[in-house]
């Protein structure tokens, strides 16, 4: 920010006598030091409040930069913005993830291809890398990433509509807090789709305290065919979202 202090116009020979030497001139400078102080003191920063340039004494322009002092604090993140995948198989995944989550191509180059499905710029990056293999059941990292919808109907009518396109769920299952449905991209990587079975998230949050699951913590497969029929049946939502009794599910591995 640059403000206007001084004297505008006012420069006189500093390199001994003349205007400098008179009570007038030693009088502007103690003003100009005093203002230069009390503006650090403040917190602002004054550049060139006192420069020098060929001896003439310019105090027409002050440069101010107002001091930030960064605090550490214990911020959380505004939002989840995006993942990356690195691929030997650029358009495969490509054209699934379009299909998958209706998405639309941002940028794509060949080499690196963003994606989005909604305002932010990007939600999946897709880089080609020649020659990649595939994860084995030892390898340690990411086991999927998931996308919620916001009632029931929205994701069986996603289901319909991917089963349709020959991409079906490879576990569909109830935990409780979701009702989900797993998918694998063509390179193998897990996709959930999901919509939460309660009305709030204090709901949800309080099903993990439950004797339910801790007796189950992972949920009760279920047939997605059979959800569709009893959703277009009629069947009301909290009913066909309340995890039904029955087996426990074991966890989800690499290959399954």
């Given at each position: 920010?640059?403000?206007?202090?001084?004297?505008?116009?006012?420069?006189?020979?500093?390199?001994?006598?003349g205007w400098a030497g008179t009570a007038e001139g030693r009088g502007i400078a103690r003003r100009a030091r005093s203002v230069y102080d009390t503006m650090n003191a403040m917190g602002i920063h004054a550049r060139n409040a006192l420069s020098s340039e060929g001896g003439f004494f310019d105090m027409t322009t002050v440069?101010?930069?107002?001091?930030?002092?960064?605090?550490?604090?214990?911020?959380?993140?505004?939002?989840?913005?995006?993942?990356?995948?690195?691929?030997?198989?650029?358009?495969?995944?490509?054209?699934?993830?379009?299909?998958?989550?209706?998405?639309?191509?941002v940028h794509d180059n060949g080499t690196i291809c963003f994606l989005t499905y909604d305002e932010e710029h990007h939600r999946l990056a897709l880089i080609n890398v020649p020659g990649l293999h595939a994860p084995d059941a030892e390898t340690w990292g990411l086991a999927h990433v998931a996308y919620s919808y916001r009632t029931l109907g929205e994701l069986l009518s996603t289901y319909v509509r991917l089963r349709n396109e020959g991409i079906v769920p490879v576990r569909p299952i109830n935990h409780g807090p979701t009702v989900s449905m797993y998918y694998r991209d063509p390179d193998g990587n897990a996709v959930e789709l999901q919509v939460d079975a309660f009305d709030?998230?204090?709901?949800?949050?309080?099903?993990?305290?439950?004797?339910?699951?801790?007796?189950?913590?992972?949920?009760?497969?279920?047939?997605?065919?059979?959800?569709?029929?009893?959703?277009?049946?009629?069947?009301?939502?909290?009913?066909?979202m309340r995890r039904p009794a029955g087996q426990a599910a074991g966890f989800m591995s690499v290959k399954s």
């Amino acid at each position: 920010m640059t403000a206007a202090l001084g004297y505008p116009g006012r420069q006189r020979n500093l390199q001994g006598g003349g205007w400098a030497g008179t009570a007038e001139g030693r009088g502007i400078a103690r003003r100009a030091r005093s203002v230069y102080d009390t503006m650090n003191a403040m917190g602002i920063h004054a550049r060139n409040a006192l420069s020098s340039e060929g001896g003439f004494f310019d105090m027409t322009t002050v440069t101010m930069e107002t001091r930030r002092p960064v605090a550490p604090q214990a911020v959380i993140p505004e939002r989840f913005a995006h993942f990356v995948l690195r691929t030997s198989n650029l358009p495969g995944l490509r054209r699934w993830y379009q299909t998958v989550l209706n998405a639309r191509i941002v940028h794509d180059n060949g080499t690196i291809c963003f994606l989005t499905y909604d305002e932010e710029h990007h939600r999946l990056a897709l880089i080609n890398v020649p020659g990649l293999h595939a994860p084995d059941a030892e390898t340690w990292g990411l086991a999927h990433v998931a996308y919620s919808y916001r009632t029931l109907g929205e994701l069986l009518s996603t289901y319909v509509r991917l089963r349709n396109e020959g991409i079906v769920p490879v576990r569909p299952i109830n935990h409780g807090p979701t009702v989900s449905m797993y998918y694998r991209d063509p390179d193998g990587n897990a996709v959930e789709l999901q919509v939460d079975a309660f009305d709030t998230k204090a709901e949800a949050a309080d099903f993990f305290n439950t004797q339910d699951f801790r007796d189950n913590p992972v949920g009760v497969l279920f047939d997605p065919e059979q959800l569709v029929r009893d959703y277009e049946s009629g069947v009301p939502e909290k009913e066909l979202m309340r995890r039904p009794a029955g087996q426990a599910a074991g966890f989800m591995s690499v290959k399954s």
